[in-house]
């Protein structure tokens, strides 16, 4: 995020005063809100859905902040945006509140989606367009980076490859990817007969 900022001001020096310093808060210190972290879990009883998610939400809620802009994606890995836009208010780009007692509205009341129908390649056109492509090849997303540098493995470095990125990932993170690949395509075959994949699981975990 430092290197970020420096190259925004330093190609951009008339937006200096709209950069602030960086707040940095850590994880463990965010107190618990039992209601949102129970619609958290109800959640992910049926979709994937991030850590962050919890948390980001409980941080709002502590800290009094009101619709902070997420940058959840349309397409992508994101199994939740259908359920967002289910309860979606297309002009404001934030839940339409018409379900207050939804663990959808318990969690993400807080923020708001600008570019919940932007892809990520409409976003790298429209910053090649407008000459910030530069600035958004510095962002980052790698959950698990290895020395430094994105994993090529975890679920945001998939959805990058996935959705035309491979050039942000190096060569030893491809390799990372084309296993996870293969392992998950073993595992589904696996599935097709669940007492043996049951079987499995369980010989795995006892040698472990
Ligand atoms: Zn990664």
Redesign the pocket.
């Given at each position: 995020m430092d290197i970020i900022k420096e190259k925004l001001v330093l190609d951009h020096p008339d937006v200096r005063d709209l950069v602030f310093p960086t707040l940095l808060f850590y994880i463990n210190d965010i107190q618990p809100v039992p209601e949102i972290t129970e619609s958290y879990k109800s959640i992910t009883s049926r979709i994937h859905l991030g850590l962050q998610f919890d948390w980001l939400a409980r941080f709002c809620f502590h800290q009094n902040i009101e619709k902070i802009e997420l940058g959840v994606e349309r397409g992508g890995t994101n199994e939740i945006n259908r359920e967002l836009l289910a309860q979606f208010n297309m002009e404001t780009l934030e839940l339409d509140g018409k379900k207050p007692d939804s663990d959808i509205y318990h969690v993400f009341r807080y923020f708001r989606f600008p570019l919940i129908f932007t892809t990520k390649l409409e976003m790298k056109k429209i910053a090649h367009e407008n000459g910030f492509l530069d600035l958004m090849n510095l962002t980052w997303?790698?959950?698990?980076?290895?020395k430094g540098r994105?994993?090529?493995?975890?679920?945001?470095?998939?959805g990058?490859i996935r959705d035309g990125f491979g050039y942000r990932?190096p060569w030893t993170?491809h390799v990372?990817y084309q296993r996870r690949m293969a392992s998950e395509k073993i595992k589904n075959i696996f599935r097709k007969f669940p007492r043996f994949y049951r079987f499995l699981k369980r010989f795995k975990r006892n040698s472990n």
């Open positions: 997303f790698c959950h698990t980076p290895i994105p994993c090529g493995r975890c679920n945001s470095c998939v990058t990932i993170g990372r």
